[in-house]
């Protein structure tokens, strides 16, 4: 059993910046590739970043230089650094995990999501 659990998220002028953080915990074994989704209102939910184990990171184009994605393995933490944020980046943003137990099963896990909302 593993949790994700989000913070970081709020209310933030545009042009403004905001830093997530998604920290797992439970019965950790090996965390893979992690990943930031985000869903609006009414709309499906969209995977906008990913990071490798190794740290290698890929975006969306529609987040591609005004975000980053970095991770911690020590901590089992990824971040997602916001910058220049828009009216239309307001989502809730969910964390995502691939994770391999010792029997070497692979399952993915949600973590319970954080409303950021960039408003004047």
């Known amino acids: 059993q593993v949790q994700l659990v989000e913070s970081g998220g709020g209310l933030v002028q545009p042009g403004g910046s905001l830093r997530l953080s998604c920290a797992a915990s439970?019965?950790?074994?090996?965390?893979?590739?992690m990943r930031w989704y985000r869903q609006a209102p009414g709309k499906q939910r969209d995977l906008i970043t990913t990071i490798t184990s190794g740290g290698r990171p890929y975006y969306v184009d529609s987040v591609k230089g005004r975000f980053t994605i970095s991770r911690d393995n020590a901590k089992n933490t990824v971040y997602l650094q916001m910058n220049s944020l828009k009216p239309e980046d307001t989502a809730v943003y969910y964390c995502n995990a691939d994770h391999r137990a010792p029997a070497g099963d692979y399952r993915n896990y949600w973590g319970q999501g954080t409303q950021v909302t960039v408003s004047s």
């Open positions: 439970g019965s950790i074994f090996s965390i893979g590739d």
